[in-house]
């Protein structure tokens, strides 16, 4: 069965980086667009950042343009986001998600079958 397994969350203070990682497994990760969400307490689901099944192609929401960097090891099975200048309205849950279409799918969030737990992310002095 699919699985979605995020780490690397936790506190940063801000202008501060973190990690996260997406362990991939139960398809063909390799042949799978992927994307990372967020949702801040209170708040809906918010797309973050896509990429391409062979890193071709990537995308940013424009609130994390130029601060974060998607990236995924293909031979690992794994999605990444590395976070940098990190800002208190950064601070969610943040989840990575795929279709069993393969095919990236944009900022919609109906358009994802399955998502992983979250890992947090707290921005703060």
């Known amino acids: 069965q699919v699985q979605l397994v995020e780490s690397g969350g936790g506190l940063a203070q801000p202008g501060g980086s973190l990690r996260l990682s997406c362990a991939a497994s139960?398809?063909?990760?390799?042949?799978?667009?992927m994307s990372w969400f967020r949702q801040a307490t209170g708040k809906g689901l918010e797309w973050v950042s896509g990429?391409?099944?062979?890193?071709?192609?990537?995308y940013y929401a424009d609130v994390v343009k130029g601060r974060f960097t998607i990236s995924r090891d293909n031979a690992k099975n794994t999605l990444y986001l590395q976070m940098n200048s990190l800002k208190p309205e950064d601070t969610a849950l943040y989840f990575c998600?795929?279709?069993?279409?393969?095919?990236?799918?944009?900022?919609?969030?109906?358009?994802?079958?399955?998502w992983g737990q979250g890992t947090q992310v707290t921005v703060s002095s």
């Open positions: 998600a795929m279709t069993v279409s393969g095919s990236y799918s944009g900022p919609g969030i109906n358009m994802y079958d399955y």
């Open positions: 139960g398809f063909t990760f390799r042949n799978t667009a």
């Open positions: 990429i391409s099944s062979d890193s071709s192609d990537i």
